[in-house]
């Protein structure tokens, strides 16, 4: 069973600290994406990474960095958070390529609160 | 780049009832299209998709179909139950190479009334 799994479920921060949000998935995916979840806006794409070192910006990318060091790991960082940046925020992990199977998996999302 | 327009954002309608979701797309090499389903305080799971070269897909009460020429898919939900109650969101996958990566419209939350 495809498992990701996110550092925290609840996290609250004050403006300017830098916020790190890690995801790990243990299906040996390939690509892993970082969406921010926002009510009426649906999932929206931050960055995504195909491949270790690898990294593509998506729809949203400012104010956010990532990290992917190992395959099994994608970071998520906020250099300077702000108010604006409070949101549920979601990884999720998929193959890079399949004839069969395109799912995207995703982890239960951590909400975080900037103050 | 792509855009997934999704109505309505809200919809009720009562127990055993059916419910259909509709979905437009913009990008025609755009060749896979997936519901997921949010519960709520739960992660998004896929629940049906669809390929572009296959017109209609049913899985027991959920249904999907995909008009390419016209860039629209729908989600058709028969006989209803309480469980079904849930956001729902439609995606589209960008480009023809990249079916892995997509553009999801801004869902639709659906109430199912006992």
């Known amino acids: 069973d495809v498992k990701v799994t996110q550092s925290s479920r609840y996290l609250v921060k004050r403006t300017g600290e830098k916020v790190f949000l890690e995801c790990v998935q243990d299906m040996d995916h390939e690509n892993m994406f970082w969406y921010r979840q926002d009510p009426g806006l649906g999932l929206r794409l931050i960055y995504f990474s195909y491949d270790v070192k690898m990294k593509e910006k998506g729809d949203i990318p400012e104010g956010y960095s990532v990290s992917r060091e190992k395959k099994e790991r994608f970071s998520l960082i906020l250099e300077s958070a702000s108010t604006n940046q409070t949101s549920m925020y979601l990884c999720?992990?998929?193959?890079?390529?399949?004839?069969?199977?395109?799912?995207?998996?995703f982890g239960p999302g951590t909400r975080l609160t900037v103050l | 780049g792509e855009n997934v327009e999704q109505h309505p954002s809200t919809l009720s309608v009562q127990e055993g009832d059916s419910a259909v979701i509709k979905c437009t797309y913009s990008?025609?090499?755009?060749?896979?299209f997936p519901w997921y389903k949010q519960e709520l305080g739960k992660r998004p799971q896929l629940i049906i998709d669809?390929?572009?070269?296959?017109g209609e897909k049913k899985d027991q009460r959920i249904a999907v179909t995909l008009n390419k020429t016209a860039k629209h898919f729908s989600l058709h939900i028969t006989e209803t139950q309480p469980e079904d109650s849930a956001v729902y969101f439609c995606?589209?996958?960008?480009?023809?190479?990249?079916?892995?990566?997509?553009?999801f419209g801004p869902g639709t939350r659906l109430s199912v009334l006992p």
């Open positions: 995606a589209a996958s960008i480009g023809p190479n990249y079916g892995q990566n997509f553009v």
């Open positions: 990008d025609s090499a755009s060749n896979y």
């Open positions: 669809i390929r572009s070269n296959v």
């Open positions: 999720a992990s998929s193959f890079l390529w399949s004839s069969v199977h395109n799912e995207q998996f």
